[in-house]
């Protein structure tokens, strides 16, 4: 099993929608590329083809920026915190059982 992650844009109508998996699209080419950011900086830039058949290979037609949030952390919320002490809890549950049985 192959998990893929990837874009598509839709541009007002359904016959113009552009994916990143080159083989969704219906001319089979690629229509977004990426680009590093200037002076090394943290993300990089997805340009969008929006000719199809290669078109002109530009990609400039649409293009976004992805930057990197420095910092972020990993830090589960109160709703998360509740369901992880839950399952903490079954876990106890179930080995309590288990040693019951076995004795
Ligand atoms: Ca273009």
Redesign the pocket.
Same mark, same amino acid.
């Given at each position: 099993m192959t998990n893929t992650f990837g874009f598509w844009l839709n541009a007002n109508d359904s016959s113009r929608t552009y994916y990143s998996i080159d083989k969704l699209n219906k001319d089979g080419y690629r229509h977004f590329g990426t680009a590093d950011m200037p002076d090394g900086g943290e993300g990089f830039f997805v340009g969008?083809? *929006?000719?199809w058949n290669q078109?002109?290979?530009?990609?400039? *037609?649409l293009i976004v920026s992805v930057t990197y949030k420095s910092g972020a952390t990993m830090t589960p919320e109160p709703g998360q915190w509740a369901l992880i002490l839950m399952g903490l809890g079954l876990l106890g549950v179930h080995a309590f059982r288990s040693r019951k049985v076995m004795a």
């Open positions: 969008i083809e *929006d000719i078109g002109d290979n530009d990609f400039d *037609d």
